[in-house]
């Protein structure tokens, strides 16, 4: 297909990702839900499994393969740079004051997982189209224990924000349980990269690269960073020199964790975790996140959907590897957590907040997923289920954290992630 062709269908595809995000997320609005379940449903219902199933021409004419290149590098610089913005909100504060509290409920919410994950995949590994035919018992155990223990850390800490409860005991509990659960998820899904389709020769280089970037970002690159924030006046706008200067440290720090191997998404979190808070963290926000959530952050739903084939769930193998996956995601998250929140000393309401806040997986379950496809580790039939389970879990967290919380229905959560 010419170029000037497939820029044609990038437009035109672009129109269609954002008014029906936008058309579904409003409507997950309103039923009290988070836009991205929203999104994430817009996805699916643009792929194979909605669209191309009732109207497969038509879904074919608007999302030929050809384009679908153009729609994965959108995608992935959209979640790219919301992990930036994710990190530029992290706060290391939560951790000091609840540290070792959340560090039994996050050991929970991922020792369970991980045993559950390694007691399924000597099965699993025996039904086509899960996992890849490359891919080692211990590195397929090691993906999915990430999958399931993933935490939708940018919407527990929406909801956390918008129900005041950031400086409570149950508010910073949760945040820091679930920020050092996702900081174990996203290591061992390092570890999986690094190893996966090679010898650990090349893991041990990319881990060891990847640490030591992290040392130099948060040791040297911080202080670095501190005398360019310095630059920032709180009462002027912020300059294109700067935004510019901002954009071009992303752009290398996700291609300095590309190339030694890991992914992209670690090097643009952990520049934003790195930047120091105040005016400059506060007008990139406010400049960016509008951009990268409207018009960036979609195209990864969408690119998700377009992977997402439901009707794979027909097949009987893979439909009770489902059933057997979404038990072991809910009660390896939810019940481990909330066990391990009660056997803390919190009460049986929080246990249970936390609980259903730690079970949501949401945008990082998508991200994980993604990487794992790309990277040849799992099949369409996996990657479809854990998309399900991302969907259904988001989709149960603000109901449930409603109900166990005793919220009026009018003031359901309305995070956009």
Known sequence: MPTTQLSVYFFLQIAVIITVCQLVGRLAQKLGQPQVVGE???GVTLGPSLLGLFFPEVQ????????????????????GM???????????DHFKSRFRSAVSVSAAGIVVPFVLAFALIPWLLT?????SAKAKPLEAALFLGAAIAIT???MLARIIHERGLAGTSLGTLALTAGAV???????ILAIVLASFGGHWGGAYAAIGGGIAYALFMVFIG???????ARHVRPDAPLSATMLATVLVLFALSAFAMDAIGIHAVFGGFLLGAVLPRGALTEKLRAQLQPFVVVFLLPMFFIYSGLNTRLGVLLDPGILLAAVAILAASFCGKGIACWAAARASGESHRDAMAIGSLMNARGLMELIIINIGLQAGVIEPGLFSILVLMAILSTLMATPLFNWVTRVPKAAAVRAPV
């Open 60 to 79: 074919r004419a608007l999302f030929p393969k050809e384009t679908l290149g153009m729609l994965y590098v959108g995608g992935q610089l959209g979640v």
């Open 82 to 92: 919301y992990m930036f913005l994710v990190g530029t909100e992290f706060r290391a």
């Open 152 to 154: 939708a850390f940018p």
């Open 127 to 131: 039904i086509p189209g899960l996992f």
């Open 222 to 228: 911080s202080r670095l960073l501190r005398r360019l």
């Open 40 to 42: 994430m449903i817009a």
């Open 181 to 187: 659960d996702d900081a174990a998820a996203w290591c």
